[in-house]
């Protein structure tokens, strides 16, 4: 049985890591989406019947794709080739592969290891704030001296 | 039905800015008041602000639009027909829950737009008259800001100092000093010293998830606890189902659900709707019977039209340095009126506000902040992320859209929230002369941002999601034919029944309206208690 909060078959799940690493490849410093934001994209999608049919008919158009265009399954295919499978689906089926980006990038840039080699602080943003300056409010006196531009008559 | 035989003095609908800032005024003057609010109390310690995937949560349940949001006291709204997504909150506080709080006063042109550019209607008050009661919201609700802004007559003194500008005000302000334009740090619903027995903002940014520290003044912290302590009444998920009127015409209270979905009466002597543009006009035309077949207070067949919403435009600079947007009040930092007032030689009358926006963390970043070019996927994915996190600044441009009749609410014949009262449907379209406006506004925020050192500027013409401001859909005027109710909110048809919401604005001007809304709402409470033996008669 699998846990609630999850929806993708194996196969799904390799799909998606791979489909993920081109939408967010990994680079240098910065790991892939594949490597990140599976499970948060499994989740996402568990929570709603619409998502759900909405990913399973938008994973099997990638398969799709990949056969028609290239006559192998997406793992098979060069990236280059990855690319240009990823580019017919946007085209084809914008509401889905919209969303697919959309929470990829949340699943991605919301978890602690990417914030931290972003250079930043793994935390919320309370309770500790930041401290921000005030800046150069002196400069307010030039807007003075151009005068008042409201009108009352 | 369960019915309450002992009617209350003043029943409001809705527990929102207006609500909550009438309801404090009224309950002084040993006046029983009621409110009833179909949302909820949110308890501040428990906002999502703490979360390191606290960007979730602006998209999920704190997203602005109700559609989005999936909570069961809220009332979808029909937005096929509109270009402009309508935006609310329900709950104690309203749509202060999740607003950013930049609290402009109307200017005194906008009150008087007759008779200074011959368009729409002057408002049956002045600036100068208002004032007092913007000086009295202001102390309660605890404004940051500085006196002295050219684009006013001069002010009180700010409850405490400006939000700090960071790097993002003091990167703009070089191009606002440039190019010899107006700005001034906003006027900002924010507190950034302990006042009033709140804490002091600490700048964490995300303001529309909700305030954990009660920096903010949303009403469920500033004007409710002093309401009820006075000894106001406020009964939640108590969701309003229609106003009832009496064989004389006059209303005699509401038939409202509560928690179970029972079906509950509430009698009153005079009925206060503040249930804001769109909630308002959807519960008036909701109300029928034979004395008013085409709604309550409706002989004018002008509710629910006019509906103004301020058109935005986002204008958003990308800088080589890092400005760190994410960290300060993300909505409140320097504002210009410098295209504010009417120039006939820009080809368009009346103006716009520009308002400079800070950024978001990495999340909304990378799908495009106020979808504003999203980043793009794929192998470039990467340098554009960098060139674009915490290195951008966004000119919101907002215009001041006209009253137009066929810019409209309805009630929609198949949407219905779930006990089964039917949804607003809205219909809007930008007039000509907002369609210029923007085009100007969009041109002089691209040439700011370049004077202040962008090396890109990225341009959304029209942001869906930005019906923030919800107005003019029962407008204050001189009698029937040309308005919903007069100059104190009271509805020309019925004469115990008031509108205090952004509903009565007779025009829209060109900044957020709460601050505007709060003074009038205790306006007309002032005008209410000096006539209470009467209209309570």
Known sequence: MPALHSFFSDAQSELVARVLDRIVPPTGKMPGAGEIAVEYLDRFVAASANHKRTFSNGLSGIELRAQRSFSGNFASLTGEQQDEVLRQVEAADRRFFDLLVRQTYNGYYTNPR???????????????????????????????????????? | MTQSNDPVDVLIIGAGASGAAFAWSLADANINVMCLEQGDWLEPAKYPTTRIDWELYKQGEFNPNPNMRDIPWDYPVNESATPIAPLMYNAVGGSTIHWSAHFPRMHPSDFLVRSLDGVADDWPMTYQQLEPYFDLNDRMVGVAGITGDTAFPPKSDRQTPPIPLGKTGDTIVKGFEKLGWHWWPADSAIITQPYDGRAACNNCGPCEIGCTLRAKASADVTYWPRAIARGAVLKTNARVREITVGSDGLADGVIYYDAEGHVRRQRAKVVVMACNGIGTPRLLLNSRSSLFPDGLANSSGLLGRNLMFHPVSMVMGVFDERLDGYQGPLGCSVVSSQFYETDLSRGFVRGYQFQVLRSSGPAITAQGFTHTAPIPWGQGHHRVFDERFGRTITVSVMGEDLPETQNRVELDPDIADSDGIPAPRVIYAMSENSLKMQDHGIARATELLEAAGANEVLVNPLLRASGWHLLGTARMGSHVGNSVVDGYGRCHDVKNLFIIDGSVFVTAGAVNPTSTIQALALYIADYFKKNSRHLLD
């Open chain 1, 114 to 153: 990417i914030i931290e080699a972003l250079g930043l602080e793994a935390r919320g943003p309370q309770p500790r704030g930041y401290r921000v300056e005030m800046g150069n409010i002196s400069l307010m006196e030039n807007v003075q001296r151009r005068g008042r531009i409201y009108r009352d008559r």
